[in-house]
């Protein structure tokens, strides 16, 4: 019993260990592939399905966080098992000079037992305050119960919102492109390259409208919550940042994402439109497949589809799923049968070559640049220029809106030198309904987007605002613009109770 227990104890300070050590390489690790990683991003992805996450990032995960933590503990454990092996039946006397005084200390292997016995959760404690800590967890708990009146306040209820569709109703294609910021231009044109890695979408931008918060190409502001890519596609469809409940109720299920709000598939489906999203990972990653089925009832192409309808072989897996190329590829496909029906519609997809930390290069991509991300993110403007010209020429053109976005800012944390200027998230308006020559100088978000592309299309909104973005065809001042940047992100990280009764357990008002 005896050697159980001895055993026993020597497990246990392994695991103690192990996991002392996979929470600090662990928050090492996503510090160092994640930028801007917020609390709400970690618990969402963590209670969320992990199905379809890139390879990479579990090889990485594996080998930056989980195998540097078990060969540590390991190394710890044998070296704590020789020296209690030596130790046995023995005591030494070591003498130890500290501050110019001589001290003797007594060592066996009883004395090391109970100091090892104390260290270890000791250690753990110090690995999990230190975690906490560099993710800002303390000022998070302290904003969870701080109730603020904000989004309340400011919210406008689509439902309650009188939209108007003109008599013929526009087709919508929008384009999701994987951290696409205006950054990526070069200094001359606002952005803060060097060498412009959008030349493809140099002249579309100058041709077509795109909003910048400067009087050279710029874009949209990433507020809190809306800054990984399943949490902006829900900000740019329904005008909300994705805020996780710090009390769980009963009336809380993971099963479902925001189920009180109100978004552009909800409004376009209930105008008769057909709806698809095509992505080239697994919807199911990130709530995606969740959120669009119910909130527009979306039909989803994804890399499963792809596998069913013998487009892929099985078990085919490149980068998130299948490479762009494809993706554009499909998407094609897929627009034209929607185009063949009676009914207008509404489609659309996600890019992902440019996902942090160094994207996926495809064979057929030119690399004129030393540094992949750079080929990467200047291949994907060629693939979408590609895209533009296919759509100019197909015979719905005339009755077509499409909007080309990024989801949000990348998350590649090295890429970025110039720490002074402001990245914005890119935006584009082709063939747009209805148009505007205030498209410099504004301070908006990416919930702007929301209300924009329904006038895109040609809705003529009621007061212009819809959730808590602003129709930035009309000119009326965006919530940035009317409280300042800061303001708006201090706002929204704080409690909102209305936020949690409304959209996450979508109880009904009195």
Known sequence: ?????????????????????????SIKWALNNFDNLSIDEIIFHILGPLEGTESGKIIGFIKYSLFPSFVIAIAFWIILYFLLKMLKNKKYIVNVRLWKKKFNFLLSGNIINIFIKCITPLFLLIGIYISLNTVHFWEYLKEQNTNSLFIEENYVDPREVKLTFPKEKRNLI????????????????GGTMKNNLLKELTNLTKDNISFSNTEKFGGARSLVGTTWTSAAMVAQTTGLPTKLAAELTNDYSFNTYLPG????????????????????????????????????????????????????????????GFEDSKLFEYAKEEIIKLASEDKPFNFTFLTANTHANEGYLEEICETPYENQYDNVISCTSKQIMEF??????????????????GDHLSMNPDYFKDENYERTVYNLFINSA?????IYNRQFSTLDLFPTTLASLGVEIEGNKLALGTNLFSGEDTLIEKYGYEKVNEEFKLKSTFYNNKFIYNLKSD
């Open 261 to 320: 709000a109100y978004s552009i598939g909800n409004i376009l489906e209930n105008a008769g439109y057909n709806q698809m999203l095509m992505l080239g990972s697994n919807a199911i990653f990130g709530n995606r497949r969740i959120f669009f089925e119910t909130h527009g009832n979306y039909q989803i192409y994804d890399l499963g589809v792809a596998i069913n309808n013998g487009k892929l072989p099985e078990g085919y897996y490149v980068w998130w």
């Open 434 to 438: 209805v148009n505007t020559n205030d």
């Open 388 to 405: 533009v010209d296919w759509f100019k020429k197909q015979n719905f053109y005339e009755n077509t809106t499409l909007v080309i976005v």
């Open 174 to 189: 929008y384009l999701f492109v994987e951290s696409l910021e205006s950054s990526y231009f070069s200094t001359k044109l």
């Open 1 to 25: 019993m005896k050697k159980v227990v001895s055993i026993l104890s020597k497990l246990f300070v392994f695991f103690l260990m192990f996991i002392s050590l996979l929470i600090i390489f």
